[in-house]
């Protein structure tokens, strides 16, 4: 080749290559004009998001991309998908009517932590694949379940597991952390959980290993049998000894007796923070609880005779803050009853409140919403830095009883009612709390936070719009307010309206 041909092309090539230098960066989506909250806690920025992938690909000014769709976001919040850290939403997002999960990406939240309270499945990679073989609109996070371990291993007996059992137990675990597992889940206050002694749920976090978490339906979150107060420092003691991280579930104080105890629950946290151990609570933002009516009102019960019975009714009942506080959210046996209170069922049938429930009862179990927390001790525990955000909800098909709205609006709920409304928290805290915080507790590594690299869940939303809808007599009605949602970069919430797509994904640890 002569010289000046190789000088030709040579200056050819070079300009070729520094075109391809400063051409403008290349996006699949790209979002402009947002005030970016990235989950941290930090105040908003003003800034851009490349999406590629289904990743960050850029964050800033990214001035010149070019992308196949612009989202203006002008005047709109951009963050981090929410994480729900206490989801009953596994036990139906598999149905073809319900995998979309509407109700949870409505209020922006694009990934669940499921099988709490000592629930679910105990073969985790059977499960993992039935919710990928299903396709799920958000992304799907698996706890291993105590009490499902237990009755695996010792069925409904009492007894505290022998040295080989205890092993069994421990091998649930162990094969569940291998599959991906974030942790384990507790229900105390439930049977079969509440026959355990803390040493054997702490033999159990032990095999967890370095990271994972220990989330307790705790054994008493009113004055049942311990207490709610020893009962929050039973999760401290597993997990400094059991050397996990430990959450207190649904955080709360139940019932007139324990109302304000929430100074103490905190203090006692804060005490064992300050020493190192890790401790949280998650916490949905209603001053109703929901349960089945069995665990409600006839734990301790046993199998007394009826007058034995009765009197173990009526002091749960009075726990509860009388039949008034009790509505019954569903009942298949008896349609007609659900949305009433006992109080009222009582009244109409002539009887007491006490012998409405073992009717009840006998024919069955209800679950119910009861409404027994102060509005202090909800607020007090949510300006906690270490109170992450919950639904402890379910995914229902519309029209099926009157479940606790909160299935379908806590996220919304908390961001309209405790952020605007009443000033609570700030919007920064909120969505740390929603966000960053969640995803730092179960090692979520590449979700929680606006960054390249990380998956693009991501959320758009004008927070004077945001709007719970459900309400307890009326509960299956969508949260409204979130503008845009992408899970995994995709999006499932397109200017208010949901997409249909199920770009979920079942995440692990």
Do not use: C
């Not at 009113?222 to 400094?240: K, P, Q």
């Not at 996990?244 to 105890?261: D, N, Q, R, Y």
């Not at 089945?292 to 007058?307: E, H, T, Y």
């Amino acid at each position: 080749m002569r010289r000046s041909t190789f000088l030709a092309a040579w200056v050819l090539s070079t300009a070729a290559a520094s075109l391809a230098f400063i051409q403008p960066a290349s996006f699949d989506l790209l979002i402009v004009n947002g005030r970016v909250m990235t989950g941290s806690g930090d105040p908003a920025v003003s800034a851009d998001i490349g999406v590629r992938a289904g990743r960050i690909a850029g964050l800033g000014r990214l001035s010149g991309a070019r992308a196949s769709r612009t989202i203006d976001a002008a005047g709109r919040v951009v963050a981090p998908g929410f994480i729900d850290a206490h989801s009953h939403a596994a036990e139906s997002i598999t149905h073809p009517d319900l995998r979309q999960a509407r109700p949870l990406v409505a209020q922006g939240v694009t990934t669940i932590v499921v099988n709490p309270d000592g629930g679910g499945p105990v073969d985790l990679v059977r499960q993992r694949a039935e919710l990928e073989a299903a396709g799920t609109g958000v992304n799907v996070a698996l706890l291993i379940g105590h009490g499902a371990i237990r009755t695996a291993v010792l069925g409904d007996s009492p007894a505290a597991p022998d040295d080989r059992q205890l092993a069994r137990m421990q091998e649930f675990v162990r094969n569940a952390t291998r599959d991906g597992a974030f942790g384990l889940s507790s229900g105390l206050f439930y049977l079969p959980g509440a026959y355990a002694k803390t040493e054997e749920v702490i033999a159990l976090t032990r095999v967890a290993g370095e990271g994972g978490v220990y989330s307790s339906h705790i054994r008493d979150e009113a004055d049942y049998n311990v207490g709610v107060v020893s009962a929050v420092e039973e999760v401290i003691r597993i997990a400094e000894e059991g050397r996990v991280t430990g959450i207190v579930s649904h955080m709360k104080a139940l019932g007139p007796a324990s109302w304000g105890l929430s100074t103490v629950m905190i203090d006692r946290i804060d005490k064992a923070r300050g020493r190192g151990v890790q401790v949280f609570a998650d916490q949905y933002p209603y001053e109703a609880s929901s349960t089945s009516l069995g665990a409600a009102l006839l734990a301790q019960a046993g199998k007394d005779d009826a007058p034995d019975r009765l009197t173990v009714v009526r002091e749960n009942l009075r726990r509860r803050g009388g039949p008034a506080s009790i509505v019954i959210a569903s009942f298949e046996p008896d349609r007609s009853l659900e949305g009433k209170s006992l109080a009222e069922i009582a009244a109409a049938r002539g009887k007491s409140p006490e012998e409405v429930v073992l009717d009840i009862r006998a024919r069955g179990d209800a679950s119910i919403v009861s409404f027994n927390m102060s509005e202090e001790d909800i607020e007090r525990i949510m300006r906690q830095s270490w109170t992450m955000t919950s639904s402890d909800g379910a995914l229902t098909l519309p029209g099926a009883g009157r479940p606790h709205p909160r299935g379908n609006g806590a996220f919304a709920r908390k961001l309209a009612r405790y952020v605007r409304d009443r000033r609570t928290i700030s919007l920064d805290f909120a969505i740390r709390s929603m966000t960053s915080l969640p995803a730092t507790v179960f090692g979520m590594k590449d979700r929680g936070l606006l960054r390249k690299g990380a998956s693009a869940d991501v959320v758009i939303f004008d927070p004077a719009a945001m709007q719970d809808r459900a309400t307890y007599t009326d509960p299956h009605q969508l949260a409204t307010g979130m503008d845009f949602v992408l899970v995994n970069g995709q999006v499932v919430v397109d200017q208010g309206r949901l997409t249909g797509a199920l770009p979920g994904r079942v995440l692990r640890r």
